[in-house]
């Protein structure tokens, strides 16, 4: 990563009174906590900032970062950023509001964002959007205290998953945000080893039912699975979100798809790829994006008809 993106990034906060962070829908713990330790750092400057996601439904175990009791509408601000969101449709209901400012900040670590701000810091080297946060905060000057440090932590463990597939900057960004004062043990309970019992019936319906495809992505293999409103039960959406690492621990498939279907009849397909698969070209083929190993995208219609449309173009 250049430092000039950064440089831009920090000049074009420097000085401005009114900042509005907006967060992708469905938000996740690294667009929150990239919104959370922004917002933090501004504040501390004097700035008056809103962190804002659209939709109501926030993940489980945020709670405890600072300021997650704070998401309001976005204020009328001088600067808007947008943080992990690889396009400016993960803004949902939004993304007008976020693309009428003048000056439109973007900090996301997907590849496949091809750049919607008048100022884009991307950089798909980076495990975290927290990651680019944490060299934008220090551009500007401010130093990380306990409550940012978890905030940026929360991002980091989880697009990681919990380090496994962390580069080594990954690592050293760790032990600098544990001496800060992040609550690593808390935070890795609270963000991804917290489930509510009825987590368990939905696993066992979901993997009970997958499917493999060997002969899928050239004989290399396929398995999916679907996760339908009723599968989850009581269980919010975010509850299906890290079905896809148990379906990705297939030894004979090189490729994992799960259809999860939401409260309100639409789909979103979770793709990952174990070793060399580019599943984020099969992503946006569907309109979607994300990471080579790691993407997924939306679609509408019933499942036979979702799956049917995946399973063509594999
Ligand atoms: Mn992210």
């Known amino acids: 990563m250049t430092a000039s993106p950064v440089a831009a990034v920090a000049a074009a906060l420097h000085g401005a009174p009114r900042v509005a962070v907006y967060c992708h829908v469905r938000p996740d713990a690294d667009t929150l906590g990239s919104g959370l330790a922004l917002a933090r750092a501004l504040r501390s400057r004097g700035a008056d900032v809103s962190v804002s996601h659209p939709g109501p439904d926030l993940p489980s175990g945020i709670g405890s970062l600072a300021g997650a009791d ?8 001088d600067v808007a950023v947008a943080v992990d969101c690889a396009s400016a449709e993960r803004l949902a209901g939004l993304e007008q509001r976020f693309l009428a400012h003048p000056v439109r900040v973007v900090i996301d670590h997907h590849a496949t964002n091809g750049g919607f701000g008048t100022v884009d810091l991307i950089d798909p ?8 946060v944490l060299a934008v905060i220090d551009a500007l000057g401010v130093e990380v205290d306990g409550p940012t440090a ?120 979770s793709l990952r790829a174990r070793a060399d698969v580019d ?12 990471h080579r190993l790691a993407a997924g995208y939306s679609a509408a219609g019933t499942v036979d008809d979702v799956v049917a449309a995946f399973l063509a173009h594999t």
């Open 70 to 77: 704070g998401f309001t509408d976005p204020i009328d601000a």
């Open 279 to 290: 599943v984020s070209e099969v992503a946006r083929g569907f309109g979607g994006g994300g």
């Open 125 to 132: 080297a980076a495990n975290s959007t927290t990651e680019l």
């Open 150 to 269: 978890d905030c940026l932590y929360a991002g980091l463990v989880t697009d990681t998953g919990s380090f496994r597939w962390s580069s080594p900057q990954g690592h050293v960004m760790a032990a600098r945000l544990l001496a800060a004062g992040a609550r690593g043990r808390e935070l890795s309970r609270d963000l991804l080893d917290t489930h509510p019992r009825a987590w368990f019936s939905m696993v066992a319906a979901v993997l009970g039912s997958a499917t493999a495809v060997p002969e899928a992505f050239d004989g290399r293999g396929l398995v999916y699975s679907v996760c339908r409103a009723v599968d989850r039960g009581p269980l919010g959406w975010d509850a299906a979100e890290s079905l896809i690492d148990l379906l990705r621990t297939a030894d004979d498939c090189e490729v994992a798809a799960l259809f999860k279907e939401s409260d309100g009849g639409e789909w979103s397909a």
